[in-house]
């Protein structure tokens, strides 16, 4: 009996949240840079929906995450609030903006961040620690969390390919300890995107459910193995990781650019 039109979108997004999770709990990100490509290309979902989607799938995922490196003590929560208090705010921007922006120009300006920032990780840090927060950094704290909102808004993304290279070039952070602050931050961010997402509805929550709780198992597992890794290994696996997200976003641009195929006209024409 061949299977059904739902049936097959159903092993798809199981299969997704899996590599989802993994990627979640491997590196402190949402997984929505595997869900949206997945839901557009292998689910056949709109691309609004899709982004829609991912943030409410990014909850489950973000939640199993946070328990496993909060198990291991590598949560920063003063760090954490600050960007909570930017990303939540952000949130609500982003979902509005996704009903009617243009995303060329923030693509542009995420993969310049993105490489710049990949660049600073495979040239090393000093990730020995943060030291006292100041006013100051606490404010940059809540720009970048607003800033990591509105791209989990509008683009569907948990936002940790931001937090979490932040938190490590300009906190010197240990690497562990923002992936684990990045969970805590995206899992407010998820709930206040989904609420807005489906408000404006641009989140199949079915579909939501299964990538995210199909993402729990393999969230833990990765997280166990981030707590392993030493912070070298971790910047230049997370710096290969936003390398490859910007190609992908490079890849989105070529082909909306890409001019439309012009229609074979027969050299033979009828009389």
Partial sequence: MPL?????????AALVGLAAGALGGLFGVGGGLIIVPGLVGFAHMDRRLA???????????????????LAYGNVDWPVALFLAIGAIAGAILGTQLLKVIP?????????????????RLF???DA???????????????????????????????????????MVVLLGE????????????????????????????NVDIR????VGLCG?????????????????VSNVMFAALLIFVAITQLLTLRSRDAPPQQPVVSAERAD
């Fill in 51 to 69: 982004h829609g989607t991912s943030l409410a799938a990014t909850l489950p995922i973000a939640t199993a995450s946070l328990i496993t490196y």
């Fill in 128 to 166: 020995a620690g943060r030291d006292e927060l100041t006013v100051g950094v606490a404010l940059l704290l809540v720009v970048v969390g607003f800033l990591t909102g509105t791209l989990a808004g509008l683009l569907g993304i948990g936002g940790g390919v931001i937090m979490v290279p932040a």
């Fill in 4 to 12: 059904s039109h739902s049936n097959v979108r159903t092993s798809t």
């Fill in 216 to 232: 729990v198992v393999s969230a833990v597992i990765g997280g166990t193995i981030a707590d392993r890794l030493s912070d070298d």
């Fill in 103 to 119: 995303k060329r120009m923030l693509t542009i300006v995420f993969v310049i961040t993105v490489v710049a920032t990949a660049g």
């Fill in 207 to 210: 579909v939501a459910a299964v």
């Fill in 174 to 201: 240990v690497p562990v300890v923002a992936k684990g602050t990045s969970v805590a931050v995206i899992v407010p961010t998820a709930i206040m995107g989904t609420i807005r997402n489906r408000k404006n509805a």
């Fill in 123 to 125: 040239l090393g840090t």
